[in-house]
């Protein structure tokens, strides 16, 4: 089982970037993917999870109407595109099946001017 998270780096506030988690070893169309991030000082935090099929979505509080997760079955990836960053948002990113509870080793993000 895999889960590579890729697409961190460094952003400036108000800036743009797009998280991808390559997924392997398991059955990925029939797990609940999730992001979550930990920055640094705190504790793992959900961002954001999606569907199996990808209809219904849900987000955390402070990143909804700035982040949107999304998947590709026939990829086996799911996706954070995060827009509108803030310096609050720097963390690592991990990628998360939900119903397997797999992770990846995860992605940084940084967002600082």
């Known amino acids: 089982v895999q889960l590579v998270e890729s697409g961190g780096g460094l952003a400036q506030p108000g800036g743009s970037l797009r998280l991808s988690c390559a997924a392997s070893?398991?059955?990925?169309?029939?797990?609940?993917m999730a992001w979550y991030r930990q920055a640094p000082g705190k504790e793992r935090e959900w961002v954001a999870h999606i569907s199996t099929v990808g209809d219904i979505t849900r987000y955390t509080d402070s990143v909804r109407g700035r982040f949107i997760i999304s998947r590709d079955n026939d990829k086996s990836t799911v996706y954070l595109q995060m827009d509108s960053l803030k310096s609050e948002d720097t963390a690592v990113y991990y990628c998360?099946?939900?119903?397997?509870?797999?992770w990846g080793r995860g992605t940084q993000v940084t967002v600082s001017s």
């Open positions: 070893g398991f059955t990925f169309r029939r797990s609940v």
């Open positions: 998360n099946s939900v119903n397997a509870g797999y």
